[in-house]
Nanobody, 123 residues
Framework: VQLQASGGGLVQPGGSLRLSCLASGITLKDYSIGWFRQAPGKEREGVSSISSSDNTTTYVDSVKGRFTISRDNAKNTAYLQMNSLKPEDTAVYSC?????????????????WGRGTLVTVSS
């Protein structure tokens, strides 16, 4: 099983990025997906999650209205669209998959993790 996160980079404040999480070895539609981030010197934080059952979503308060999580089952890929980026969004972003029906922002239920992709928001 492999989750490959991509799409990070350097962007100016107010800009946008779309992160992708390509899965292999599992059928992503059967898993709830989470995006997590970890900034230097800070603990890992759950950013967003999408359920496997009905694609309901949840977001941490700091990104509500700016980030959108989605999935394309045909491509076995999940996405995190990030708009109106702020310097405090700078972090390494990782995707994870959990064999559950529900969205989850806690890392414990996630059994599969991808390597992170760095997002830097700076002018």
């Amino acid at each position: 099983v492999q989750l490959q996160a991509s799409g990070g980079g350097l962007v100016q404040p107010g800009g946008s990025l779309r992160l992708s999480c390509l899965a292999s070895g599992i059928t992503l539609k059967d898993y709830s997906i989470g995006w997590f981030r970890q900034a230097p010197g800070k603990e890992r934080e759950g950013v967003s999650s999408i359920s496997s059952s009905d694609n309901t979503t949840t977001y941490v308060d700091s990104v509500k209205g700016r980030f959108t999580i989605s999935r394309d089952n045909a491509k076995n890929t999940a996405y995190l669209q990030m708009n109106s980026l702020k310097p405090e969004d700078t972090a390494v972003y990782s995707c994870a998959a959990a064999a559950t029906h529900y969205y989850i922002l806690r890392p414990e239920p996630y059994g599969y993790w991808g390597r992170g992709t760095l997002v830097t928001v700076s002018s």
